[in-house]
């Protein structure tokens, strides 16, 4: 039992300094920078200098895939799935995938796309000579109202598309033909993201909420004179926001679980120059992705994240028994699980693989697991935010 617990001291005290784990993401030995990371089905979608980026499993693992592109077009901004293409931002075009990103089509805008975003049978792009729409799955482009003007960000809520521009947030309600000014003093919004009816902004340096479609706005945050919103996620009551700043002394990444009244830095695991200006971040499954500006892609466990406090694993909802456990162990979770429809309970090893998971419906307050086949070990019982551990013995 001594062995037991020497490993367990070691393994965790390893497991708080490795939240972030280093993708494998390298050309000519260099790690890209990437400024925006998306999603379709089972496939991951990156961006950046080296045009397009693609993993196949879970984020561990990227190539890039450059057919129909030339250095040329590189570095590209944004992308979006639409209608089982996806559609890529580049310097001077909109770049056009019919097969996930093997090989790429090119339509010439002549001006550098910053996001995308779809809104009914619309494309709409922003671009450093304004905004554009496509009524024809991006075959042809036409101008909106707002023209030779810079816009860094879009967001679709509702029937409105709102705009970050350096005349300040401004809104379209005819999927982009026409934009009007609606507020003049968030002049440099880079980050958007909702949360039920409250929208997030990132404006300059600081984090500002509104619930009534900017009737209203609060600030949340403020970070140094020096510092910029890059990115904004959200994954249930946990809100992500990156941080970069142009003195380099405010380059983080902070979570908060009670909307924006605290905030947590959950950067552990990635070296500090390679933190400088965090990009950007995204959600998949039960990963959250983050890029810095030194270049490649990190990934944190959402469920290890947003535990309420990483370094005290006693601090969970649920017990395990036996513990140390041979064949099998039970969970026994507490009654307020019985309001739930359905949860997920994943096995982690101390590399951070899931090695098994299941969903348990109905739900009951006592869940077995045959745990047989694991090999002897350290093992983490994830259930949503809750962490607890458990030690498999031959």
Known sequence: MKKISLLFIFVLSQAIFSQWQKCNMYDDGFAPRIFSITHKENILFAVG????WVSTDDGVNWHSSTDGLNSRDCPSYAIIEYDGRLFMGAMSYL??????????????????????VKKNNFLIISTDKGIFYSEDNGE????????NQFCHKMLVYKDMIFGGSENG???????????????????????????????FIGSNNSIFVSSDTFKTITRIFKG???????????????????VSSKDDEENKILVSSNNGNNWIEKINGIEELELRSPYSLHIYKNWIFASPAYGGIYKADL????????SNLSNKKFSISPNPAKEFIVISLPESFLRM??????????????VLSEKIHPITLSYRMNIEHLPSGLYYIHLGAWVGSFVKIE
Request: glycine share 4%.
């Open 95 to 116: 770049c056009i995938s019919s097969n996930n990103g093997m090989s790429w089509i090119k339509k010439e805008l002549g001006t550098r796309v910053k996001h995308i």
């Open 140 to 147: 042809s482009w036409i101008e909106s109202n707002y023209k």
């Open 303 to 310: 469920s290890y994240l947003t535990s309420a406090n990483n």
């Open 169 to 199: 947030l401004i809104q379209s309600l005819d999927n982009g033909r026409n934009w009007e000014v609606v507020d003049s003093q968030l002049t440099y919004t880079t980050a958007f993201n909702i949360k039920n009816d409250t929208i």
């Open 341 to 354: 429809q359905e949860f997920e309970v994943r096995i982690i090893n101390i590399l951070g693989k899931c």
């Open 224 to 242: 140094s004179d020096f510092a910029i919103i890059r990115d904004i996620e959200i994954y249930g009551d946990m809100i992500f926001i990156s």
């Open 49 to 52: 200098d080296q045009c397009f």
